[in-house]
């Protein structure tokens, strides 16, 4: 009789020990540490950030990733301020970055390789070569449609506007405000000239193609690189394999920019497309 009395506490007192063991097994698994990812508004970097975000915070980790320029987010990581970043273009674009701080950062190699850069219009504009561009700016309106100023494309162009005396000016702005341009220039079936790379969500909705560039001055094909600060390997070893093992393929990436440019948060986005992708996730995390 006793025994039945003090069954049912027996078993709340189980229950309750295995649930201070399971809430002090979790806190232990969110207790990893703080990774800081920085990145830059660019469609292929806000993808392939969030999904990085996503997949620490599966593996234990709080993550914080900061929207900065370019210069910034090298900066950042080179001086231990941040600690990694994913959107590296390499070797060509990032070049000048990775020169002045090549000796405090890691670099992992690529996660996203067979991108480029360039100047990019519709393929109704019936020119095919950067060369051309003189000879057509009135059509252009005189302009390139750049982003933003710290990017390397940006710094491409500089050199491709001296390099062919180009008589265009090179409009700043944003990767926003560059695919808006483009995109109502292709409403009004208008010529437009635009700073372009793949992967972009703008090559999967408009029949785009990049200039022909005989001077070689945005070079071939690149990679988006992994960077890492210095001794994080040592700090949070789980993280940094993670990093390492990041890799995609540029349909992957692509079907990502376009869940974002069809509307809805891009973490909210990344969550789902890593549900979907649970095998290449698996092999991130090994």
């Not at 561009?133 to 940006?154: V, Y």
Request: hydrophobic share 45%; aromatic share 8%.
């Amino acid at each position: 009789m006793t025994l039945k009395r003090d069954f049912p506490r027996t078993i709340a007192a189980s229950c309750l020990a295995l649930g201070v063991a399971a809430t002090a097994s979790t806190a232990m698994a969110q207790d990893k540490g703080v990774v800081e990812i920085p990145y830059v508004e660019w469609a292929d970097a806000i993808a392939s950030t969030n999904v990085m975000r996503v997949v620490l915070e599966e593996a234990g980790y709080e993550v914080e990733t900061t929207s900065v320029s370019a210069a910034a987010m090298w900066q950042s990581v080179a001086t231990g301020d941040q600690d990694a970043f994913v959107a590296a273009w390499l070797p060509s674009t990032h070049e000048a970055y990775l020169a002045e701080v090549k000796d405090q950062v890691v670099d992992l190699g690529p996660n996203l390789e067979g991108t480029r850069i360039g100047l990019m219009v519709p393929e109704y504009v019936e020119i095919d070569s950067i060369a051309e561009l003189n000879a057509n700016a009135d059509r252009f309106n005189d302009e390139i449609i750049g982003i933003d100023p710290g990017a390397g494309i940006m710094s491409a162009t500089e050199d491709a506007v001296e390099a062919y005396d180009l008589e265009l000016e090179l409009v700043e702005g944003s990767d926003a405000t560059m695919t808006a341009a483009l995109g109502n220039a292709i409403r009004q079936n208008e010529w437009v000239v635009v700073t372009g790379w793949t992967p972009h969500w703008m090559e999967g909705r408009w029949d785009l193609k990049y200039l022909e560039d005989p001077k070689g001055v945005y070079g071939g094909e690149e990679g988006i690189h992994t960077v890492v600060r210095k001794g994080l390997k040592e700090d949070m070893p789980g993280a940094y394999a993670i990093l390492d093992h990041f890799q995609w393929t540029t349909d992957q990436v692509a079907e990502l920019m376009v869940m974002n440019q069809e509307g809805g948060d891009p973490y909210e986005n990344a969550k789902r497309w890593v549900e979907e992708n649970r095998d290449i996730v698996e092999s991130w995390m090994q």
